[in-house]
């Protein structure tokens, strides 16, 4: 239930804000809520086999994290903006 509301949050915020970083925020939250189940469905089923998944879910997102903030910051030095809108009419 608990991963299942995060999930839930996660992708109210991808839908609904503007904020490049509040989006970055809202994926890493529903990176996390299926985490959090595969750490939970690995415990019920006492599979050490899914933990072991985590860990590598985790070191995968923390070099997310790293290039996905480095790119906002690099569209921030050069538009002086984050929101997602201005970022819609760069493709143009």
């Not at 879910?57 to 538009?79: C, D, F, K, P, T």
């Amino acid at each position: 239930m608990l991963s299942s509301a995060l999930f839930c949050i996660g992708i109210l915020g991808v839908l609904t804000r503007r904020n490049a970083i509040i989006v970055f925020m809202a994926i890493e939250l529903m990176l996390n809520a299926v985490n959090l189940l595969l750490a939970a469905f690995s415990s019920y089923y006492s599979d050490p086999a899914g933990q072991i998944f985590v860990f590598f879910i985790m070191a995968v997102a923390a070099a997310e994290v790293a290039v996905g903030l480095a790119i906002i910051v690099m569209i921030y030095r050069n538009i002086q903006s984050i929101d997602i809108g201005v970022l819609n009419k760069l493709k143009n």
